[in-house]
């Protein structure tokens, strides 16, 4: 009995190790996929819908006058509600919002695809997102000054990084948003892809 309860124990101790063989090469070796440009054209059509340039267009004239005190404000004011539970204005008016519907969505229909998405206006200031974001104001970021600042075809692909919650590799993409008509930056987007998932369908 002892030794039935012995070889027992070393399979049971064989099987944890093979499992932990077979997952960890996966993050150590880094993402297997890369953004194409057919993903990020897929991306780009999504985006440029109505609801996005009339969130855009209504925001940029609204905080046309704000001051840069105004936009530090407003994103200490974001940060703080964020700590909170129940009254959060900020917060609960930014996520009614039709475009933040829209982009929650889209991430739902995307099955894992993507794990984050938000857009900003001309400001840097969000627009629309479908989850909380850390900050309200994205102005003085990468995401925001690789893109929108630099001109209306630009697009930054961050580096990938390992999120140690779930043992994905993600990237964000980011791109500007042109104006439909004039063509002239209105704002940008942000959109955070799971590189496992996009391997996995690869693979299929």
């Given at each position: 009995?002892?030794?039935?309860?012995?070889?027992?124990?070393?399979?049971?101790?064989?099987?944890?190790?093979?499992?932990?063989?077979?997952?960890?090469?996966?993050?150590?070796?880094?993402?297997?996929?890369?953004?194409?440009?057919?993903?990020?054209?897929?991306?780009?059509?999504?985006?440029?819908?109505?609801?996005?340039?009339?969130?855009?267009?209504?925001?940029?004239?609204?905080?046309?006058?704000?001051?840069?005190?105004?936009?530090?404000?407003?994103?200490?004011?974001?940060?703080?509600?964020?700590?909170q539970i129940g009254n959060r204005p900020?917060?609960?008016?930014?996520?009614?919002?039709?475009?933040?519907?829209?982009?929650?969505?889209?991430?739902?229909?995307?099955?894992?695809?993507?794990?984050?998405?938000?857009?900003?206006?001309?400001?840097?200031?969000?627009?629309?997102?479908?989850?909380?974001?850390?900050?309200?104001?994205?102005?003085?970021?990468?995401?925001?000054?690789?893109?929108?600042?630099?001109?209306?075809?630009?697009?930054?692909?961050?580096?990938?990084?390992?999120?140690e919650g779930s043992g994905t590799w993600?990237?964000?993409?980011?791109?500007?948003?042109?104006?439909?008509?004039?063509?002239?930056?209105?704002?940008?987007?942000?959109?955070?892809?799971?590189?496992?998932?996009?391997?996995?369908?690869?693979?299929?």
């Amino acid at each position: 009995m002892r030794r039935i309860l012995l070889e027992s124990a070393k399979f049971l101790a064989f099987l944890s190790l093979a499992a932990g063989l077979l997952s960890a090469p996966l993050a150590a070796e880094g993402p297997r996929a890369r953004i194409s440009e057919a993903d990020l054209e897929d991306m780009r059509s999504w985006i440029a819908v109505p609801v996005t340039f009339a969130t855009l267009s209504g925001l940029n004239t609204e905080q046309s006058g704000l001051s840069q005190a105004d936009i530090d404000a407003l994103d200490q004011e974001w940060r703080a509600e964020r700590e909170q539970i129940g009254n959060r204005p900020l917060v609960a008016e930014l996520m009614a919002r039709p475009l933040s519907n829209y982009l929650l969505r889209r991430q739902a229909m995307a099955g894992g695809l993507y794990t984050e998405i938000f857009v900003v206006t001309n400001r840097g200031l969000n627009a629309g997102q479908s989850a909380v974001t850390g900050d309200y104001w994205q102005g003085d970021e990468a995401k925001f000054t690789k893109t929108f600042e630099v001109g209306a075809d630009a697009v930054f692909i961050d580096e990938a990084e390992l999120h140690e919650g779930s043992g994905t590799w993600r990237q964000q993409v980011n791109f500007t948003i042109p104006d439909p008509e004039t063509g002239a930056p209105m704002g940008a987007v942000t959109i955070e892809v799971n590189l496992t998932e996009l391997a996995r369908r690869r693979a299929l």
